[in-house]
């Protein structure tokens, strides 16, 4: 994603450029048409177009430089971040949470760190990730790959704080959210990322319009690590119909990790 907003800066500041190019262009054509007599080429004033490319004062800083300070979760290690996040107070979500559902697993150099959506029912009253159902499925993914939340994997959401009713987090949620799981991974270094589900998968890929079947069984990088998008187990227990193309993308993945399927399907 930050590939992508490098690009989408880079055409701004190009755009603008260009703009700039084409303002000066029309300014410089104007003094040449200017009506001048025969030979009278030295009246030409061409001083407001050298005022335009050499100002007198600096120009306003654009708008790649009133960015927002930067967030401090940037510089915190992994256990400030998890108590910073213990008392998070920076969207709605604070109001109606039991805990903060941080994260779970492997720390350092898990094989796949699996981002979900947000904390559930159970997830909230016991302030752990994937507890309920859908985590004893996706544990059974797992395990289906020779992977496990004990020993190589680890575990969290894009928000850290159960949505009322289970809805999908809002926008501003995962907005104020996404330092933590921005720094969760920069301090984790996972070897692959595994999106669940349409919110994960649109936020950590930046395609905010796609589908979960645009998104899902192809391989996608954030910052440098490969990362592969598929549905939500409690997706898969409502329809069973998503067990085959989990099951493809598991596989997909588990290939390109050197893992070998420890037999049978996902079940
Ligand atoms: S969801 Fe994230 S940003 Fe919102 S209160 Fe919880 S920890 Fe803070």
Partial sequence: MERTDDLKEKREALASALGRTDALMD???????????????????????????????????????????????FHMSYEALCSDAMGCTRCQLCKTRTNVVFGIGCTDRPVVMVIGEGPGENEDLQGLPFVGKAGQYLDRWLAAISLSRDTNVYITNTVKCRPPQNRDPFPDEKSACFAYLKQQIQLIRPQSILCLG??????????????????????????????????????????????????EDLKKLAKYLGLAPAGGSNG
């Fill in 198 to 247: 349409r919110p994960a998968s649109t936020l950590m890929t930046g395609q905010a319009d796609s589908s979960m079947g645009a998104l899902r069984g192809r391989f996608f990088f954030f910052d440098g690590i490969p990362m592969m998008c598929t549905y939500h187990p409690a997706a898969v227990l409502r329809d069973l119909s998503l067990k085959r193309p989990v099951w």
């Fill in 27 to 73: 300014d410089f054509l104007s003094v040449l048409k200017q009506d001048f007599g025969p030979g009278n080429k030295s009246s030409r004033d061409f001083s407001s177009v050298a005022e335009k490319i050499l100002p007198d004062e600096e120009p306003e800083p654009e708008t790649r430089n009133n960015r927002e300070p930067e967030d401090e979760r």
